[in-house]
């Protein structure tokens, strides 16, 4: 066994029990920081297979993005941990349907009979991985890439209409409406009779 | 040095030995201009409002940085009652440990870097893009409002500000047409003429003033805010605990800077023939953008954090952008050359 | 190529290793005398009365939402800056759809006020 076999495995084995720690941990907060360690073994594991752009994007963009706003979602929201643990079983069936959906989407990539995916090694080996990525990234998949786009225009536009959903943008006074103030907006005068003791 | 120790061990161990040796030959400087980046900061900072700065121990108050890292490890750690004890001594570990990686890709001199590899920027971005850590883990473990809304301004402030500084990046890929900061460095040869900060130079502005942003620096330290906020994230913390997000920030200052000099300011090239191109080189323009940090504190007033946000999204995204565009689009034309 | 992984993983090692020297040094050398009043979190002298885990503007997760997309954007356009030169016209083409596409989602936000703060 060579050294890179024993960081395989090393690796390997902080993947799964960081994964399991996201599923077991009682606080969110270390669910999520179990998360991010998974994340980095698995860019680890993919340095191995000599993905470098893909093993340090995935650090970049999940450990320096996502994660960053499921933190913040964990540590910011207060989550009632107990409520959620009662509706468990009211949840499972959901979350059975889902996880063997995703067991069966594995299967399809894995045993390659749904995406026939070209033979990676007939890609002509560049300068860098970098490199190899971007030759092929912007001419050959081209529509995925631009459906990349769309996706992304699709989730900003979202994120917003959920966030910002019937509340006034911001809180501070715009000048031109105080400006345009008139006194009789503000004020009304009325005309009365002094009233007399009796 | 791997000849060195194979008259001893293994190979294999010889080879660990001498990159360990090398790290330390790394990371014992860094330290060391750390803490007399403290010195010199306060030395600076002090002749510019007319006061004299440190000047006590030792000569000229040379020995005060080592006075200081003495008094810091002999003071109490105080764990607060209500942190969480576990993630509160985690954050200075992830604000310190990815601040000193980065320097792994960095290289001094030709040949003179520890690890060449190809994705050598994207690694540097992925290393700066975990600090975020440290602050919002130490905002939330102290369990204290201050700490807690320290962290949230400057987790804020860090990934608007990283992204604007993601754009400067693309601009100067566009011009090196590669990932590796050694090559980087040796696509600006030819003196002065040739370095990216003159057809990139509405990037090199943005990075720079991104750096300071993203380092959590004055005018743009609302996070630390000592007068509103009161240190902000680090305010529950104390003695070594404390010193580490310390060696954190400045170790991250002379990052930012050490990256403008290879990616705008020729590294550790020559700017003029007659002079030898050198690792002094590189020392001698990390210094001045160094000195620039400590000028722009002690010269502007705190920015509103309004102000910061939109400067960053409403301004630097846009111009970044635009100029990224502007670029590629002269790549196209017969001016591509004054872009390489 | 993974030989030259090999001492970044070192790097990472060692930077840990220099956290950790030092937090253990502190707890060595230093006094531990711990007292209520001086562990109760920072309040500027009076008892906190609510806990400070407390929900926020949803500006600041937005603010992380949006992050998440630029940065996505920016791994899109790092390979591509890289092979520019190759790819020649056709590939600025592909990325100024590419970017026009997002700079509508950019103005989106803008006209919407989520870039605001006050």
């Known amino acids: 066994m060579i050294f890179t076999d024993y960081l395989f495995y090393l690796f390997s084995g902080i993947l799964v029990l960081a994964s399991l720690r996201v599923i077991t941990a009682n606080n969110p907060v270390y669910s999520a920081l179990s998360l991010v360690l998974a994340f980095f073994s698995a860019a680890g594991i993919w340095l191995l297979l000599h993905a470098e752009f893909l093993a340090i994007a995935l650090v970049l963009v999940y450990v320096g993005a996502v994660m960053v706003l499921f933190l913040f979602v964990v540590m910011m929201l207060d989550i009632n941990i107990e409520a959620l643990r009662q509706r468990f079983w009211s949840y499972f069936p959901v979350a059975l349907l889902i996880a063997l959906l995703f067991i069966f989407e594995i299967y399809l990539v894995v045993t390659d009979k749904f995406f026939s995916s070209s033979d990676p090694a007939g890609i002509p080996l560049e300068k860098s991985n970098t490199h190899s990525i971007g030759s092929v990234l912007y001419t050959d998949y081209l529509l995925p890439f631009q459906v990349a786009a769309v996706i992304l225009l699709v989730a900003i536009i979202s994120a917003i209409v959920l966030t910002m959903y019937g509340k006034k943008s911001h809180k501070a006074i715009d000048p031109k409406d105080q400006i345009k103030v008139n006194r009789n907006d503000r004020v009304r005068v009325v005309k009365m009779k002094s009233e007399k003791k009796k | ?340 | ?118």
């Open chain 2, 1 to 340: 040095m791997q000849d060195f120790f194979s008259q001893f061990f293994s190979p294999e161990l010889a080879l660990t030995l001498s990159y360990l040796f090398k790290i330390i030959l790394i990371v014992v400087p860094v330290m060391i201009s750390v803490a007399y980046l403290t010195y010199f900061e306060r030395r600076v900072i002090g002749f510019m409002q007319s006061r004299i700065g440190p000047n006590r121990v030792g000569y000229f108050g040379l020995l005060q940085p080592i006075a200081d890292a003495l008094k810091l490890m002999f003071k109490e750690i105080v764990l607060p009652s209500k942190s969480n004890n576990f993630l509160f001594f985690l954050a200075p570990l992830l604000s310190i440990a990815p601040a000193l990686a980065a320097w792994a890709v960095i290289p001094f001199n030709y040949e003179m870097v520890l690890a060449d590899i190809n994705a050598g920027l994207l690694y540097v971005l992925a290393m700066t893009s975990i600090a975020v850590y440290g602050v919002i883990i130490a905002g939330w473990a102290s369990n204290s409002k201050y700490a807690f809304l320290g962290s949230l301004r400057s987790a804020a402030q860090i990934v608007s500000y990283e992204i604007a500084m993601g754009f400067t990046l693309v601009g100067v890929l566009m011009c090196a047409n590669s990932l590796n900061l050694g090559d980087i460095v040796i696509a600006q040869e030819g003196g002065i003429s040739q370095w990216y900060c003159w057809p990139l130079f509405p990037l090199f502005v943005i990075y720079f003033i991104s750096a300071v942003a993203e380092t959590n620096r004055a005018p743009f330290d609302v996070a630390e805010g000592e007068s509103e906020i009161v240190a902000g994230f680090h305010v529950e913390y104390s003695g070594m605990a404390f010193a580490l997000f310390f060696l954190a920030e400045y170790a991250n200052m002379i990052l930012v800077s050490i990256l403008a000099v290879i990616m705008f300011l020729g590294g550790w090239l020559s700017p003029v023939s007659f002079i030898p191109d050198g690792i002094f080189w590189l020392i001698i323009k990390v210094a001045f953008v160094l000195f620039c940090f400590l000028w722009l504190r002690a010269t502007f007033p705190r920015y509103r954090y309004d102000q910061i946000m939109r400067l960053g999204w409403k301004v630097f995204i846009p111009l970044t952008l635009v100029w990224i565009i502007f670029v590629g689009a002269m790549m196209q034309t017969s001016y591509a050359g004054y872009f390489h």
């Open chain 3, 1 to 118: 190529m993974l030989d030259s992984y090999f001492p970044v993983l070192l790097f990472i090692l060692v930077g840990l290793g220099v956290g950790i020297g030092p937090l253990v040094l502190g707890k060595i050398l230093a006094p531990h005398k711990p007292n209520d009043q001086k562990n109760s979190p920072y309040e500027c002298g009076f008892e906190a009365f609510e806990d400070a885990r407390m929900k926020f503007d949803v500006r600041y997760y937005l603010v992380a939402i949006l992050f998440i997309l630029f940065d996505l954007e920016i791994t899109f356009l790092f390979p591509w800056a890289v092979v520019l030169d190759s790819l020649g016209l056709q590939g600025f083409i592909v990325m100024m759809i590419f970017l026009g596409i997002l700079v509508v989602g950019f103005i989106y936000e803008w006209k919407k006020g989520a870039l605001d703060w006050e």
